[in-house]
């Protein structure tokens, strides 16, 4: 008898349990929307504020002034793609031809051989401009601007050059990881397979020495342009060479989800999934699962958050988690919604016209710089509404 009224106990409470799941999610996806609203809001207010030949980039945090970027500044692509997201959302029309206008400032950029921030500026920008209205001018500016990507790529070193500039020959970040969306769907759409081979080229090239044993990940890696040897293992905006920058992080979790996804390639998804296990099971992240700006930052717990970094993780592992299974998937899921619920609220979330107009506070660019240091952020707005429709769309 006492066992039967034990197993009945167990029954009744995997019920209920299960009877919550839908009810926290019912909750998400009210606060989910609640908080688009209000970017929506927020974005619209921005649009009267942001003069025609620029875009915004943050706020400085001395005055308190917008700071804008003109279309060559790697962020360019983030505003018009927030607008994009938010007339998805809305179906507002003046969202949609602010991010039409803003688009043909940049379209330009496709033709620049000069950054491998293409994909940030272009795929988020007039990438879902395309997957919104499918008009074919767009599909011709990213296809361009693929091939301007693409003559950045050395097959002796396996990479996509970073950056031009600096003490490296040939530097490569991880945060390039995020531009191979660009080769990878036009590849797909070209049929052209250069595209793919480089995009997982510099993918696996990245997996072999960005990363260290723990599955953390360098910034910055320096290659020898004719060998394709390793010279240099550093950072630029971490800590130190040897931390845990967590932007970085974020962008690699990712970069590397995105992949699996283009790809099928188990070796993508593993990777992923050892970059989720470091940045969840770090000791040093906060139980609001939004980071320091660096996991070995000194100083902690006396150090900035770097909303744009849980932004990022969030959107990462809530794709993540439709890529697994049980209580992996379970984990990654919950992680990421989490995440959300940390940043919608008053703590990271901006109040009605304040903020400059931006969506989220507390955002770090580049510390060891002092630039952009507890800031919103433009790219912080991007995931932060992407993964908020993200949640909308796969909660259900």
């Known amino acids: ?52 030949s620029v875009l915004p980039r943050t706020t400085n945090n001395k005055d308190g002034r917008l700071v804008t970027a003109k279309s060559n500044w790697w962020t360019a692509g983030f505003y018009p793609g927030t607008l994009w997201y938010l007339y998805e959302y809305t179906k507002d029309e003046t969202l949609k031809q602010e991010a039409i206008k803003r688009d043909e400032l940049i379209e330009k950029e496709k033709n620049n051989k000069g950054t491998h921030d293409l994909g940030f500026m272009m795929y988020c920008s007039f990438g879902n401009g395309y997957r919104l209205t499918k008009n074919p001018a767009y599909k011709a500016v990213l296809l361009t601007s693929a091939r301007s990507l693409s003559t950045r790529f050395n097959p002796k070193v396996g990479c996509i050059k970073s950056w031009d500039h600096g003490a490296w020959e040939f530097p490569v970040i991880i945060d390039n990881m995020m531009n191979l969306e660009l080769l990878t769907w036009a590849s797909r759409v070209s049929k052209e397979p250069s595209f793919d081979h ?76 050892h970059i989720a296990g470091f940045i969840l099971g770090h000791p040093r992240l906060p139980a609001d699962l939004i980071p320091y700006w660096d996991y070995d930052a000194p100083g902690i717990p006396n150090v900035p958050r770097d909303a744009s970094a849980g932004a990022v993780a969030a959107s990462a592992l809530l794709e993540l988690s439709r890529y697994t299974t049980g209580t992996i998937s379970a984990r990654y899921w919950n992680a990421g919604e989490k995440m959300l619920e940390s940043l919608c609220s008053p703590a990271y979330l901006a109040t009605a016209g304040e903020n400059n107009d931006f969506i989220l506070k507390h955002s770090v660019g580049s510390l060891p710089q002092n630039s952009e240091v507890d800031v919103p952020l433009t790219y912080a707005d991007y995931y932060f509404v992407e993964a908020l429709l993200r949640y909308k769309q796969w909660a259900k």
């Open 1 to 52: 008898m006492k066992k039967l009224s034990f197993l009945l106990l167990c029954a009744l409470f995997a019920i209920h349990a299960t009877a919550q799941v839908p009810a926290r999610k019912k909750q998400m996806i009210a606060l989910a929307n609640k908080t688009l609203d209000f970017a929506a809001s927020q974005y619209k207010l921005m649009m009267k504020q942001v003069p025609d």
């Open 198 to 273: 480089i995009a997982r080229t510099h993918a696996n090239t990245t997996m072999l020495h960005h990363f260290r044993p723990d599955f953390s990940s360098y910034h910055v890696i320096g290659y020898d342009s004719t060998t394709g040897a390793v010279l240099n293992r550093n950072t630029h905006q971490g800590a130190a060479d040897s931390s845990a920058w967590a932007r970085g992080q974020a962008w690699g979790l990712y970069g590397y989800t995105m992949m699996y996804r283009e790809t099928k390639d188990k070796r993508y998804l593993d990777q992923a999934q």
